[in-house]
Each structure stands twice: as C-alpha cells, then as structure tokens.
C-alpha cells in the first residue's frame, strides 16, 4: 500500500524511513517537508539517525506538501511527523479528502473522535474512526507522547490490580527536544528540571489511553496522577521512576509473575513491528539502562519497540519500579507504523 511520509527531514520522520524499508505491507511514495525541499532528492537532507537514509531511497526526491498532490499519486495514508503547529490544518484537510494520517503530532491527541492509539493497551479505541468516517472521507489516528507511551506500556501488565494512584518522575533524553535540540551548554553535565507542556501532557493522555469507549466517546480514567518531567544527557530513550498505589495489597511475587507473563493481545500478535514480548522485565538492579536497553525488542523490525522493567519493589498496595523505553521508535515513529498495522488488519485502510 502506497503512503507518505510528511516531515522526513526530522529526526522522527527520518526514523520513519527506516521503519518503511523493505516493509512488507507498507510502499513509501512520497516524502514532503518545507517549501523549500520540493523537487530536491531526499538523500540532500542532513543524516540525522544512525545508517542514515536508507538506500532504496535516494531516488525519491520531496514532493510539495499539498493533500492534492499526494491524492495524484494514489497516496491515502500519511505518517506524519509534523510539528503540531503545521500539523493541525494539514492532518485535516488530508482526513476530510479521504487519507487516513497516522501522526505523531500532538495537534488532535485530546480530540475526543481521535483515538491515542497504543495497540497493546486499547485497540478498542479503533472504533472511534467510525465516527470521523460519519462526517469526512478519512480520518486521523495519533500515538502518545513519548513519555507516556512508555509509561502506559509498563502499567498494561499490572492493570488488572486496580490502580489508583501514580506518582511518577521522568528522565527524557535529549532527542525528545528534536534537531537541534538543546545547546551542548544546556545539557552538559547539567539536567533541566522542567519541560514545557510536557506534565500536563502525561496526564491527560494516560487518563485517555486507559479510558473506556462508551457511545463513541472516552470515558477516562479516574486514576490520580502527578509528574515531574526532566531532560536529561542522554541521546536516546526515556526512563520513568514509577510509583503505584492500588485499591488493595499485593506482593513482589505477583507482580513479578505479571510482568514476565504478559503477552499482547491477539489483536496485536503477528503485525510485523510488534515485538514478540512488548514488556520486557530485569532482575539487575542495574538496570535498565540507556545504553543497554533502548533498542530492545525482537524480531529485528521490532528492535525498539519493547519497553524494560526494573528495579521492583513491592509494599502491600505501593509498587515502585523503573521503566525505559525508546522515544523516537516506540514512543514516535514505530507507534505510528504499528497503529496502522493494526488498522489495515482491522480493514481500516
């Protein structure tokens, strides 16, 4: 199936390319970015991932960002990789002519008809497209934040013990500020203590992930939350201190069996950038790390898109633990990718 990738110039967009080689159900068409890139080859655009662009690439070369044009070249699915600001009047002039956008930009992420898809947690949500089917040609899915996509991914095995409260504190990697990010004399040997938008962001979303479709609305959770949120100097991959109070008392035991038990549902089974245990679980107090961990999940399409537990321990109805994931695979661009892996099983393309 033949799709774009909008905004390939960016960090997210370029991982998006990545993610698109050699995919088996996925044909990459078109690639748009400024004005100012139209008619250029792709490969003039500045490397910014490692490996670079992917060589079965280098002939394309950016076509205007207009919906018509994509539309022209029998393109009706967009990755987006848009800042917000842009993607808010593109993504639904695109939705309203019939393509169906699947973004990583915040621009309709609390719009009640538009789904915060994690397929692991809530491939329920798809339901809601019914709804923007009602009254446009396409629609627009979005995944979460980076951080809480990591988040939410670590509370799905231990849901089922009724969580009533999250204290959580967050430790985010340079690149979730995107290229060029921060000043070397920002980050080095420092920490930001704050990011804007960011908090409000992790709560409001993890409250829409977990809620409940009910006549083509989310009811969100009533889970209590609070978030600090720091940039810290690493170069890939979020890693959250959580703190869960539940309803009633548990021990490390169970808690421990549930997440090295989980496994996604059969909805998710077999989509070819799932990974094979979505939650994976650590003995090692030391770890998770970075530089370890952040590219783990298997098989190989997959590498990226598992998110790593550690550092457990349990206090009748207070669990604390670590969790790191990977903020531009699967907290962006692999989000994305395998959203509408699940939509076209679902016959949504």
């Known amino acids: 199936m033949k799709c774009a990738v909008l905004g390939a110039t960016g960090v997210v967009g370029q ?10 159900e996925f044909e990459l068409a078109a690639v748009c970015a400024s004005d100012a890139r139209t008619g250029q080859p792709l ?13 079965q690439f280098k002939d394309i070369v950016f076509d205007p960002m207009q919906v018509d044009a994509l539309l022209a070249k029998d393109i009706n699915l967009v990755f987006s990789a848009l800042p917000a600001s842009i993607a808010k009047d593109f993504e639904m002039e695109a939705a309203d002519k019939g393509i169906k956008v699947f973004s990583n930009a915040s621009a309709y992420r609390m719009d009640p ?9 809530n ?30 991914m670590a509370l799905l095995p231990i849901q089922p013990l009724g969580i009533r409260k999250l204290i959580i504190a967050s430790y ?30 992790v709560l409001a979303e993890c409250r829409k992930i977990f809620g409940e479709v ?20 690493t170069v890939v991959g979020h ?6 109070e539940l309803e009633n008392e548990t021990d490390e035991e169970r808690v421990q069996s549930l997440f090295q038990g989980y496994e996604s549902p059969d909805a998710v089974k077999g989509l070819a950038t799932a990974p094979l245990k979505p939650v994976l679980f650590s003995k090692d107090p030391l770890r998770p790390q970075p ?31 670590v969790t790191l994931s990977n903020n531009l695979v699967r907290g962006a661009a692999g989000g994305s990718i395998l959203n509408a892996e699940l939509a076209r099983r679902e016959n949504l393309l």
């Open 123 to 152: 491939y329920d949500h798809l339901q809601l497209l019914q709804g923007q089917l009602s009254h446009k040609k396409g629609y627009i899915v979005t995944n979460a934040n980076c951080t809480t996509t990591g988040l939410a």
């Open 291 to 321: 530089r370890l961990d952040v590219d783990a999940g298997s098989p190989d399409r997959a590498r990226g898109m598992a998110v790593t537990v550690g550092r457990l321990s349990v206090d009748g109805p207070v669990i604390r633990f």
């Open 113 to 121: 008809g538009v789904p915060i898809l994690i397929p692991e947690i």
């Open 239 to 244: 890693m959250i201190s959580v703190h869960v």
């Open 15 to 24: 991982h998006f390319l990545k993610l698109l080689a050699d995919h088996p």
């Open 172 to 201: 985010q990697a340079i690149s979730g500020s995107g290229y060029p990010g921060h000043s070397a004399l920002d980050m080095t040997a420092n920490v930001l203590p704050y990011i804007a938008g960011e908090e409000p962001k």
């Open 43 to 55: 490969v003039s655009a500045k490397e910014l991932i490692p490996g670079g662009i992917p060589a």
């Open 214 to 233: 009910a006549e083509s609305q989310i009811s969100p959770t009533t889970w209590e939350i609070h978030a600090h949120c720091l940039r810290v100097a």
